[in-house]
Nanobody, 121 residues
Framework: QVQLVESGGGLVQPGGSLRLSCAAS????????MAWYRQAPGKQRELIAR???????NYADSVKGRSTISRDNAKNTVYLQMTSLKLEDTAVYYC???????????????WGQGTQVTVSS
């Protein structure tokens, strides 16, 4: 089994910053791409940042220039540093990882439970 656990969400004022973390654990052989999604109330879940094992990144236009995704392969952990937060960044943020595990063949995508980020004055 593989688990993803996010942390770092909370309440932040507009213009503020926060850092989300997501750690993968369990019977892991390797973690390939890792990504952050978010889902605002009444909206579909959207991909906002993705990082490959080698470090290549891409971002959604909505967060580009304000966010940095990074990872620590030794810890199977991905981070999302967000700055200049806006009201519209309010959402539940989910971590996703493509994992090769000892228990299943091939690559399987896993999701974290989500962490709430609320931007409000």
């Amino acid at each position: 089994q593989v688990q993803l656990v996010e942390s770092g969400g909370g309440l932040v004022q507009p213009g503020g910053s926060l850092r989300l973390s997501c750690a993968a654990s369990g019977s892991i052989v390797s973690v390939n791409a890792m990504a952050w999604y978010r889902q605002a109330p009444g909206k579909q879940r959207e991909l906002i940042a993705r990082i490959l094992r080698g470090g290549t990144t891409n971002y959604a236009d909505s967060v580009k220039g304000r966010s940095t995704i990074s990872r620590d392969n030794a810890k199977n952990t991905v981070y999302l540093q967000m700055t200049s937060l806006k009201l519209e960044d309010t959402a539940v943020y989910y971590c996703n990882a493509d994992v090769v595990s000892y228990s299943l063949p091939g690559v399987k995508g896993y999701w974290g439970q989500g962490t709430q980020v609320t931007v409000s004055s």
